[in-house]
């Protein structure tokens, strides 16, 4: 017979790592940072800088 003691699980959340998951989306010719915190960067013609900006926004409050 089991005698399971099943202990609540708190959701997993991946300690270190904030809620800003920022995105590239191209434009056209450029590309921009987004977040789902409604945050979003500059508009820029190459998509490195672009994802510099998301990686900023996400290491930054
Ligand atoms: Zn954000």
New binding site residues.
Partial sequence: MYDQHTAEVPPAVPPGR?????TTTERGSFCTAR?????SGPARRSRDRARTDAEA??TAP
């Fill in positions: 904030s809620s800003h998951e920022p977040c789902g915190c409604g945050w926004h996400r």
